[in-house]
């Protein structure tokens, strides 16, 4: 069997356990789980978004239209910029795949950061490029003066995750741009804003002001604050110079036509933005106020999640919630073995975790001591 012997190197992207796998393996009923494992809106999609999406049942047997010219009009519309500077995709991790294959191969490298977005890495090894994880600040925060020294003449592609996932942490406007300002020309930014729409800093950037500088690509997606994680649909904000390579990468037909008039719809509905917002600020101060009570170490975040550090191994905790019927991400993949991140549920949701991570902690204090004793 003659292939590529450098996709040994691609490492296998791990989701989250599924709350049916939890049913199978701990017997708890569906509708007690709490998933809070992989940054979901907990309010669900857009009422307008579903309505969309029933609409396009009866024509499925047709294909979509190709150039996407109503999707990209919405979000050219939406974010102030034209529709050539739109390139939509399957997902934000089809466009990760674009970049891939437009701009890097086995004799060039990707620069990124360590403990954030796996898929960068997996996006760099899946092409045979050569991936450089630059060290995190000693406050888990991306070392832009780090990811700088790292860049090189074979450099083509660097990966900024802001806010990063999974530490929730930010760069600020003044941050970026002194980064930009001394960045090669050569050298393409992505700005991966999966959770661009949850923000609440005043000095977060506002990157779509500098896709004029033709090396700038800004990645957000409709899976987060709009509800449609499971349509898998995202889009790029850049260059038609850049969008002009992704053409002749890009599979014909990615999109769905349900997910097209999905996010078309997600789009105007603003009153779902909201009460997701909403929901989101009221349920983070809640976590917050609970960590500080019972001395949890937590990052606050800017995204739908938060990153918490306890005296319990982030995999042992994962596993204690998981028999209250709470799953949460443990973070060994991204080398924070004593971390775990946790999305921000609903206002019932977060009630339950609380609740259970108290118990889990006590428990384990208790345990802990009549070991010592």
């Not at 929730?168 to 001394?182: C, D, P, Q, R, V």
């Not at 499971?230 to 990615?254: C, M, N």
Request: charged fraction near 25%; glycine fraction near 6%; aromatic fraction near 10%.
């Amino acid at each position: 069997m003659k292939y590529n012997t450098y996709i040994e190197e691609v490492p296998v992207y791990v989701p989250g356990v599924t709350t049916k796998e939890l049913v199978r393996s701990h017997g708890i009923p569906e509708e007690e789980i709490v998933k809070l494992s992989s940054n979901e809106n907990p309010l669900g999609p857009s009422p307008q978004a579903m309505k969309a999406v029933k609409g396009e049942v009866q024509t499925l047997n047709i294909y979509p239209d190709n150039t996407y010219t109503d999707l990209k009009n919405a979000i050219a519309k939406k974010i102030r910029v034209k529709p050539e500077n739109v390139a939509v995709g399957n997902g934000s991790s089809e466009i990760f795949l674009f970049l891939s294959l437009s701009f890097l191969n086995e004799n060039r490298t990707l620069v990124t950061s360590k403990h954030t977005f796996q898929i960068y890495k997996i996006s760099g090894k899946i092409v045979g490029a050569n991936v450089i994880q630059v060290p995190m600040r000693a406050e888990l925060k991306i070392d832009l003066d780090g990811i700088l020294s790292a860049i090189t003449e074979n450099t083509s592609v660097v990966y900024i995750c802001n806010p990063n996932n999974p530490t929730g942490s930010y760069l600020t406007k003044s941050e970026i741009e002194n980064f930009l300002n001394h960045v090669p020309e050569d050298v393409i930014v992505v700005f991966d804003e999966a959770y661009y729409e949850y923000v609440t800093a005043d000095d977060y950037p506002e990157t779509v002001n500098y896709i004029d500088r033709g090396n700038v690509v800004i990645i957000r997606t409709f899976s987060k604050i709009y509800g449609l994680a499971g349509l898998r649909l995202g889009y790029a904000i850049t260059s038609p110079e850049i969008i002009e390579k992704f053409e002749h990468v890009r599979f014909p037909f990615s999109v769905s036509k349900p997910a097209a008039a999905a996010g078309i719809a997600a789009l105007q509905d603003t009153l779902h933005v909201q009460r997701s917002r909403a929901s989101n600020e009221r349920n983070k101060f809640k976590m917050y106020k609970k960590f500080e009570e019972l001395g949890v170490k937590y990052i606050p975040t800017q995204g739908n999640f938060t990153y918490i550090e306890t005296e319990i191994p982030g995999k042992r905790l994962f596993e204690m919630l998981l028999n209250y019927g709470i799953i949460v991400r443990p973070l060994d993949a991204y080398e924070l073995p004593m971390g775990i991140r946790v999305t921000i549920g609903s206002d019932n949701q977060t009630d339950r975790f609380l609740i259970a991570l108290e118990d889990v902690i006590r428990k384990w204090d208790t345990t802990s001591l009549r070991e010592e004793g």
